[in-house]
T-cell receptor, first 113, second 115 residues
Framework: AQSVTQLGSHVSVSEGALVLLRCNYS??????LFWYVQYPNQGLQLLLK??????LVKGINGFEAEFKKSETSFHLTKPSAHMSDAAEYFC???????????FGTGTSLTVIP | DSGVTQTPKHLITATGQRVTLRCSPR?????VYWYQQSLDQGLQFLIQ???????AKGNILERFSAQQFPDLHSELNLSSLELGDSALYFC??????????????FGPGTRLTVT
């Protein structure tokens, strides 16, 4: 079975500061990992994904994440926060034959000017 | 724009009623997923269809049902509605299930309010 834990339901950073959103997963099979962003009153938009290969994955809007199997983690980072990054971020894992996604509870990112 | 469309955008109805939510997947996507997003439960997977057939079930209540039609659009039917069914309902689509690497593309959601 797969599951995801996102540490910190709310994260606040200053504009220009490093963004770090944490995600740990549990999976009985090699996982596929995803980060999605949700802006107010919108659907979820894919930021980046890890399937196989390079463990450092680059996504849209300057975000990247590193898959660390030994730590069962897939933390999302961005070197310099922008006001437009304020949103809800969801980590998800899938694996096996069904492509069913299991989402974390989300992290709300606030960017302070 | 993800290419996934959902109608209606908002729906207000009374307890005990039945509603139908509609989803059209991205062009070429064969698999459709339904999710419920509420403040207390987070984002919960409900059900998945692939090429017209049910593929996986999640936390879907017996009062809820879904289907995928030959043109690949999908409908989620919610009946005997309760106040607790008020939530955002998302549809997502992907190319096909099976390998897990195919990302899901989400629609804008339908906000259901049960009064």
């Amino acid at each position: 079975a797969q599951s995801v834990t996102q540490l910190g339901s709310h994260v606040s950073v200053s504009e220009g500061a490093l963004v770090l959103l944490r995600c740990n997963y549990s999976s009985s099979v090699p996982p596929y990992l995803f980060w999605y962003v949700q802006y107010p009153n919108q659907g979820l938009q894919l930021l980046l994904k890890y399937t196989t290969g390079a463990t450092l994955v680059k996504g849209i809007n300057g975000f990247e994440a590193e898959f660390k199997k030994s730590e069962t983690s897939f933390h999302l980072t961005k070197p310099s926060a922008h006001m437009s990054d304020a949103a809800e971020y969801f980590c998800a894992v899938s694996g096996g034959t069904g492509n069913q996604f299991y989402f974390g509870t989300g992290t709300s990112l606030t960017v302070i000017p | 724009d993800s290419g996934v469309t959902q109608t209606p955008k908002h729906l207000i109805t009374a307890t005990g009623q039945r509603v139908t939510l509609r989803c059209s997947p991205r062009s070429g996507d064969l698999s459709v997923y339904w999710y419920q997003q509420s403040l207390d439960q987070g984002l919960q997977f409900l059900i998945q269809y692939y090429n017209g057939e049910e593929r996986a079930k999640g936390n879907i209540l017996e009062r809820f049902s879904a289907q995928q039609f030959p043109d690949l659009h999908s409908e989620l039917n919610l009946s005997s509605l309760e106040l607790g069914d008020s939530a955002l309902y998302f549809c997502a689509s992907s190319l096909r299930p099976g390998q897990g690497s195919y990302e899901q593309y989400f629609g804008p959601g339908t906000r259901l309010t049960v009064t």
